[in-house]
């Protein structure tokens, strides 16, 4: 290679000392820094642990692969740790001895993603596994990774599949697609577990589209369209998914492409057997492009959670640009500047006037703002049924603005608009139309359909529940706003920007939409109660440090700013070691926090920024005094309740042994 080597002997520790997979991550990703590899050790271990929030990466056979891509990564890196004593990283079989950590630039290129998507292929060789195992030489296991010693390298994965020798008559052919959520690792060892199953079945033929962060080239139409049955192994939506309609198919997770690749082969050869097929996505006739990022069985409320979520993460940045615009135009200029009249700004614009730029700011935020409820909508049907869900879930949520339906015409729409493609991608259709169902048939009969119900049938009943909210929130005064208050703070800080979070700032931010006093206040409270959790952890490990673990004291210092930030995420690695004594101390300082604000009247016209709005905020003073109170609340508790433990963290870092003091961590954290 004429770059650096991706491992070298000074990333490999032979005898890993660690007890936990942070502490393993933290050890291995200081090699990284020492040689310049990583720029911010904290920045890039928050990374790992996002990823590993997503799915655990032990598999099956003593190995743990923490991996992410992150902009504080210099260049594709890979370290590897050998733990005498197993450190469990979630894999069903127990413990993992061999720990691979993989670092990707969030810009990788394709010639090192191909090197990591080989050793993920070779982890599935036992000979490879066991060579590592018994090396005594950082160099030589260096070079067994890179593939310059024996064991014989494993073959780096192919632009396109090799050319196949004719199939006979009797040979069941299977086509299957695998990605992961990090595309590095999971996608390409779940492909080769799954090669190498049909290689050893007989009568099998399988080819595989990796869909890896390097791209993907995609699989020959021929060769799909002379496919018996197709495997869909993956953690994120399929790309085109289309391409594999009305063949029988089996829709799982990629852990189990992995680990039980003979299942899933026979799963769909039975299906093929009984006849079953699909219909316009692809999918089964029941599932979805989202809701089938996982293991399948999931229930509705499973899958309705999915669907809000996704239209939720696609607003949440046109509700922070939009709002951020709007509150600058109003700290610039006052609120006289929606006043101003756009004709203004077109036809005599002054470059020195301060209200002129105040009023810019204005109604560019405004601008963006008018997204909101469309991109809701049109991602909460993309969730349900894919790219063919967007064209009448825009369309619905623009519905849902003209007859003032608001936010909840948005939800509203965005599930109308995805179950009726789903629906009609229920409709076997001949072959020859298809290439034009996704692209002209459903984005237009969806989208009358859509059309005529938000008209005609529920626009108007959900208009007049949005007056009738608006009205109710407006009469809030008193206990009835401090409950409301308190209540909020709780679902902010109950999952840390997990579902419930996100409830209750959709909730909030759709108040921005029509704002209003009440709404105003409604956003001062989320915002407030989202910035305790982390500001608390923070403060509780400064004061009473020997209760926590090393890498949480580490973990402490950069919870001062994620809180200040409103980035209630960053108590997530404290919530994930200690659920049972972060999550209710947190819940409890929120919600304090939450009933001050609104017993203040503290009022905030930017759904995001933490304290560096404080200055658009009404009451800013009050606002400040409600933050700190929650936080020492919540810092206060949880101490306490670390206090009472029999075992707590030494001062040297380590965790006590007390096996019964190691709850799972709840799905939403």
């Known amino acids: 290679m004429t770059t650096p080597q991706m491992i070298t002997a000074d990333l490999v520790d032979l005898d890993l000392s660690a007890e936990t997979k942070e502490e393993a991550a933290r050890s291995l990703a200081t090699r990284m820094v020492t040689l310049g590899r990583v720029t911010d050790l904290d920045g890039f271990l928050a990374d790992v642990a996002a990823r590993e929030a997503q799915m655990p990466t032990g598999l099956d056979g003593g190995i743990g692969i923490p991996h992410c ?55 599935m060789d036992e000979e490879f596994k066991a060579a590592l195992r018994e090396a005594s030489d950082a160099d030589r296991t260096a070079a067994l990774i890179r593939g310059d010693a024996e064991p014989e390298p494993a073959p780096e994965p192919e632009a396109a599949p090799e050319p196949r020798q004719p199939a006979s008559a009797d040979t069941f052919k299977i086509v299957a697609v695998t990605s ?26 399988l080819v595989v589209e990796t869909q890896g962060s390097a791209g993907f080239t995609r699989l020959d139409p021929a060769v799909i369209a002379a496919a018996d049955g197709v495997i869909f192994a993956h953690d994120v939506p399929v790309r085109e998914k289309e391409r594999f309609a009305g063949k029988p198919t089996v829709d799982v997770g990629v852990k189990a492409g992995i680990n039980r690749p003979a299942e899933l082969i026979t799963e769909v050869r039975d299906k093929a057997a009984r006849g ?49 615009l709007i509150a600058l135009g109003f700290a610039i200029g006052g609120y006289k500047v929606a006043d101003v009249k756009v004709e203004t700004l077109l036809n005599s614009f002054d470059w020195t006037s301060s209200t002129s730029w105040a009023a810019l700011l204005f109604y560019t ?88 119900l938000m008209f005609v049938v529920i626009g108007k009943p959900i208009a007049s529940l949005q007056s009738g909210l608006t009205d109710w929130l407006n009469s809030l005064s008193g206990a009835n706003a401090l409950l409301l208050g308190a209540l909020l703070g709780l679902m902010m800080c109950f999952d840390l920007g997990g579902p ?102 503290c009022t905030l016209r930017a759904p995001h920024g933490g304290i560096f709005v404080v200055p658009l905020i009404g009451n800013p003073w009050l606002y400040l005094v409600a933050i700190a109170a929650g936080v020492c609340v919540a810092a206060a508790l949880v101490v306490v309740l670390k206090g009472m433990r029999k075992n707590a963290p030494r001062e040297n870092g380590t965790a006590a042994a007390a096996p019964a003091e190691k709850p799972q961590v709840p799905a939403a954290v």
């Open 69 to 123: 891509r992150s902009t504080h990564v210099t260049e594709p890196t890979l370290a590897f740790g050998r733990a005498p004593h197993g450190i469990d990283f979630g894999a069903p079989d127990g413990p993992a001895d061999l720990i691979f950590l993989i670092a990707a630039p969030a810009g990788a290129d394709d010639a090192h993603l191909t090197i990591l998507s080989a050793l993920a292929r070779q982890l």
């Open 180 to 205: 992961c959520p990090t595309g590095i690792a999971h996608t390409y060892m779940a492909a080769e577990s799954l090669e190498n199953t049909a290689r050893d079945t007989d009568g099998v033929e």
């Open 276 to 324: 079953e097929t699909t219909a316009g996505s692809g999918a089964d006739p029941s599932s979805t492009a989202v809701e089938n990022s996982g293991e399948s069985g999931d229930g509705y409320g499973t899958k309705l959670r999915k669907w809000l979520m996704s239209g939720v993460s696609y607003m949440v940045p046109f509700v922070a640009a939009g709002g951020l």
């Open 365 to 452: 935020g405004q601008a963006a703002f008018a997204f909101l409820v469309p991109v809701l909508a049109g991602y909460i049907a993309y969730g349900m049924a894919d790219r063919p869900g967007l064209v009448p879930g825009f369309v619905g949520g623009s519905i849902a603005l003209t007859v003032n339906a608001g936010f909840l015409g948005g939800l509203a729409a965005g599930l109308i608009a995805g179950g009726v493609v789903m629906a009609i991608q229920k409709v076997n259709v001949p072959a020859v139309l298809r290439g034009i169902m996704p692209v002209v048939v459903i984005p237009l009969l969806s989208s009358i359909a859509v059309g005529f």
């Open 500 to 601: 419930l979070n996100k409830v209750a700032y959709a909730f909030a931010v759709g108040g921005l939409t029509d704002p209003t006093d009440a709404s105003l206040k409604i956003m001062a409270a989320v915002m407030a109660a989202g910035m305790v959790p982390p500001l608390a952890m923070a403060l509780a490990t400064s004061v009473r440090g020997r209760l926590f673990t090393r890498s949480e004291r580490e973990n402490g210092k950069a919870a001062w700013v994620l809180g200040a930030s409103f980035i209630t995420e960053g108590a997530i690695p404290f919530a994930a070691a200690d659920p049972l004594r972060v999550i209710p101390a947190s819940m409890a300082g929120g919600a304090v926090t939450g009933a001050l604000s609104m017993a203040f009247g």
